[in-house]
């Protein structure tokens, strides 16, 4: 199966310039644990995850007024919508990750999730 058939095309992500106290509302807000970082052009620039900004408080106890730019990871693994379901499960577990942005020509298109995977081969999709 290819990832395409599985990927979540309605997705959040944050503009490289949102500060940190409004990307980690989004993410309480929507039960998420990280989101697509990107660019004015929608271009995937990184991913932030909750522990990147809890890093960031403990450092330097506050986060107003800084941008998701200054704590993202720009070192993105991703996925491509024709890639197998299987390498992509390899990818997550190798790396230790939970969720994949799936890009396509540096946009991003998708997300597919650990939860998809497993599921997918559970047969519940």
Do not use: C, W
Not at 44 to 64: C, M, P, S
Not at 66 to 73: E, G, I, L, R, T
């Amino acid at each position: 199966m290819k990832v395409r058939e599985i990927m979540h095309t309605k997705y959040f992500y944050v503009d490289e310039n949102e500060t940190l106290n409004k990307t980690l509302q989004l993410m309480n807000e929507k039960g998420i644990n990280g989101v697509p970082v990107v660019n004015e052009n929608l271009n995937l620039n990184g991913i932030v995850v909750k522990a990147d900004i809890y890093r960031f408080l403990v450092e330097d106890g506050h986060y107003d007024t800084y941008p998701v730019k200054s704590v993202m990871s720009d070192k993105v693994i991703s996925a491509n919508e024709d890639e197998e379901v299987e390498e992509v499960a390899r990818r997550l577990r190798e790396n230790d990750i939970m969720a994949l942005p799936v890009v396509e020509n540096k946009k991003v298109i998708g997300i597919i999730e650990l939860e998809d995977i497993v599921d997918y081969f559970l047969g519940k999709n």
